[in-house]
């Protein structure tokens, strides 16, 4: 193989990852209602697409090409599914379940800003309490880490959130030291 030949497959190859990050991408913003930066990031995906899929018609010859291709096309499924990861926008729905009456969880969560509500049900072994929130994706390891601080053994659900409309949602973290300094960071 030609030097010529290792940088167009090298070409192939970068291409597809970047196409391909920039689809999944793309598909989440389209699902969370992103609606005006979801096409301009889908025309430069397929202008990529389109310069990677021309090298490999021009290299037909090669099987090489075509293995190149379909390695970018996973490797970018991968990156896309990294950089989704870190997006740093977005909500999520919490749901935490203690087996105990929980006083000082809501009022920690308050106090650094999150809207809590409280509710109570029956588990399979008695009483628990139910906790739900709506928490911008990145502060999802702030709350978490209250959680786990002062109810280890709680069971957390977390779901994605497409769309929500304002209600009840604090604006300003409520005044709450006591919260502060239970879970103070390092």
Known sequence: MTQAELITM?????????DVSMGT?????????????????GFFEILIWLTAISRVITSLDSAYSFLVY??????GNYVGMLLE???PFGYKSLRVITT?????????????????????????????SI?????????????LEIVNILEPGAFITIE????YRPG???????PDLFGRLITKRK
Do not use: H, M, W
Request: aromatic share 12%.
């Open 70 to 75: 379909a390695a970018g096309f996973a490797a």
């Open 10 to 18: 090298a070409y192939i190859f970068f291409a597809r990852i970047l």
């Open 131 to 143: 906790l739900y929130s709506l928490v911008p994706k990145k502060k999802l390891d702030r709350y």
């Open 160 to 163: 994605e959130v497409r769309a």
């Open 100 to 128: 105990k009456e929980v006083s000082a969880l809501p009022l920690t969560l308050r106090g650094e800003g999150f809207g809590v509500t409280v509710s109570e049900g029956t588990g399979l072994k008695g009483p628990v």
């Open 25 to 41: 991408i793309r598909i989440i913003l389209i699902s969370r209602g992103y609606r005006y930066v979801a096409p301009l990031i």
């Open 168 to 174: 009840f949602i604090s604006r300003k973290p409520y």
């Open 85 to 87: 990861a870190k997006l």
